[in-house]
């Protein structure tokens, strides 16, 4: 029901209540819909169905609504109000201010690539963004894409499938899936011929690899290292600037062979290909990107 109403609503705002018709929010004014009053059922409905696109509390959330892109949901006891959000990405890693080095290792036949992040770290966005340059400039490529994703994508050149699960059953030159609690299947894929990146909860890259070490029985490790191409995590600075960190392939294997935990951020100084965040946010406050000042209150927010 939801659904439709968000279609007929078109890029108006959609206001809803038990017991009135719902509205339609448009710049310098309100519309009553010509559809009967909702009743407490259909509401409580509704409400199961938003918390289904991931609104698991009242207050403000951005969620996913499938075949349809993103929504800005606004929610309190007795009402209810969803806003269509734009769902264009861009297909170009600079209009998001994030590093070549992604597309480079998008460039790659195999391999695992982990990208870490805590949450509102804009990652969403930024694998997004990867899997559009995929469908839209890469060659012909199978595309498996896990979990829930609030953006809308072109096909492009690729084959885009979704799914709840990793599938070790089936053949994909590129899978996008957040890091299962057994990563030995990512492990798999990888050494079947895939292209994986996987997600993470992490502030940086050390602790990525800290993570890693507890998830894997130490027999896998050697696997590991032969399948990881990199490290790479962010955060958000200023006007939603992102301040990233990589660890090339080479130093993460080094960082995998040896036991946690690492000196961080030292354990990533003059380490040739790598960088950390606070060499990331160094960088943007030399290009007047940031102020030195907001440069020093994210410094502080880390610690």
Known sequence: MIENLL??????GLQLAPGQAPLLVRPGG????????????EFARILETVRDWGMVQEGEAEV??????????RSRPGWLSLERLPSELPGDLESLNLPQVLADL?????????????????????????????????SSRRVLLCGAHPYVHSHGRGLL???????????????????????????????GGAL??????????????????????????????TA??????????????????????????????APGPRDYPKCLEKQKGSW????????WIHEEKLTPEEGEAMVQSWS
């Open 64 to 73: 996913g609504v499938p075949g349809l892109g993103r929504c800005l949901v």
């Open 161 to 191: 499938l979704q799914s709840e699960n990793l599938e070790l059953g089936r053949h994909f030159e590129v899978v996008f899936t957040p890091l299962p609690a057994d990563p030995r299947i990512c492990i798999q894929l990888v050494e």
């Open 228 to 257: 990881l191409k990199g490290l790479y995590c962010q955060r958000l600075a200023g006007d939603l600037l992102p301040v990233t960190e990589f660890v090339q392939a080479e130093l993460a294997g080094k960082w995998l062979a």
């Open 276 to 283: 950390s965040l606070l060499h990331s946010l160094q960088e």
């Open 106 to 138: 998008l460039s790659l036949p195999q391999g695992l690539v982990l990208l870490g992040g805590q949450r509102q770290s804009g990652l969403s966005t930024t694998l997004a963004c990867l899997l559009e340059i995929v469908l839209r400039h890469g």
């Open 30 to 41: 309100v519309e009553v819909m010509a559809r009967p009053k909702l009743s407490r059922e």
């Open 196 to 225: 994986l990146l996987a997600t993470m909860r992490a502030p940086h890259t050390a602790n990525m690899v800290d993570q890693l070490q507890s998830l894997l029985p130490p027999a896998w490790l050697a696997r590991l290292q």
């Open 7 to 12: 279609k007929e609503a078109g890029g108006a």
